[in-house]
């Protein structure tokens, strides 16, 4: 008999840690249904992936129901095994400056909680019956800027990974009884396409591992917390940042 291929939806997997995760998830034999703004691009090497792309806007609040809609559709006998939160925005000021409470207009706000935040939420809510017919999983991608004030990332971005690390929990407490679990990573300084400048200096200065985290390193404890290998843990909070929390 032919074993279920196990599903996953994950938002922001363009570049960075949803790229590696995508990447980290295809190779362990996963259906991986992408979402992101862009279109796909032709340099994401995962099977199906033009096939297994949606392209949508989590800003964009009004059309998060046709986009859940279609994401079932795609779900082979309803079933979703994991969905993973990657997506984000930290707007930055000229120069890349990190907005503070003074540089941050209302806009600014909204924009940010709306894909950090709501559409979580919404991503879920939509989802949810989906992922409990497959006992699955839930992983939201918070940050360290979410539980100490960083240098680089702004205000609306630092509430914004505070409030979904709340929001893990919260979903974590009242999706437990249908099977689903639900966890957060929270990467720390990880060697991306969209560092600050002054970061690799700042990690050697800060982090206690004198080194930039790797996307894949993250991707793997993402999996790590989809597999049967974390089947007793929901509502944590994995710190994957080369111990700068402690």
């Known amino acids: 008999m032919q074993k279920h291929q196990r599903v996953l ?9 949803g790229h590696a995760t995508a990447q980290k998830f295809s190779a362990e034999g996963w259906r991986v249904i ?11 090497p995962w099977l199906a992936g033009p096939e297994d792309h949606l392209q949508l806007d989590l800003g964009n609040i009004d059309a998060l129901p ?3 809609e279609e994401m079932r559709r ?49 991503l879920a809510k939509g989802l949810i019956h989906d992922l409990a017919a497959a006992k699955g999983s839930i992983v939201n991608v918070t940050s360290i800027a979410g539980s100490r004030v960083h240098p680089y990332a702004g205000v609306a971005y ?70 049967e290998a974390a089947s007793y843990v929901t509502g944590a909070e994995l710190h994957v940042n080369g111990g700068q929390h402690v």
């Open 9 to 17: 939806v994950l938002t922001g997997a363009s570049r960075g840690i």
């Open 34 to 44: 992408t979402v992101s703004r862009q279109a796909f691009s032709p340099k994401c």
């Open 66 to 68: 046709r986009g859940v």
């Open 74 to 122: 795609r779900l082979p006998g309803g079933r979703l095994d994991a969905l993973v939160n990657n997506a984000a925005i930290s707007p930055k000021g000229p120069e890349g400056a990190r907005l503070g409470v003074a540089q941050s207009d209302y806009a600014t706000w909204l924009a940010v909680f709306t894909v950090n935040l709501f559409a979580v939420a919404f």
């Open 158 to 227: 630092a509430s914004s990974k505070a409030a979904l690390a709340t929001l893990t929990r919260e979903m974590a407490a009242e999706f437990a009884p249908v099977g689903v679990r639900v966890n957060a990573i929270s990467p720390g300084e990880i060697d991306t396409a969209i560092l600050s400048p002054g970061t690799a200096a700042f990690a050697d200065r800060e982090v206690p591992m004198r080194r930039l985290g790797r996307p894949e390193e993250v991707a793997a404890s993402i999996h790590f917390l989809c597999s």
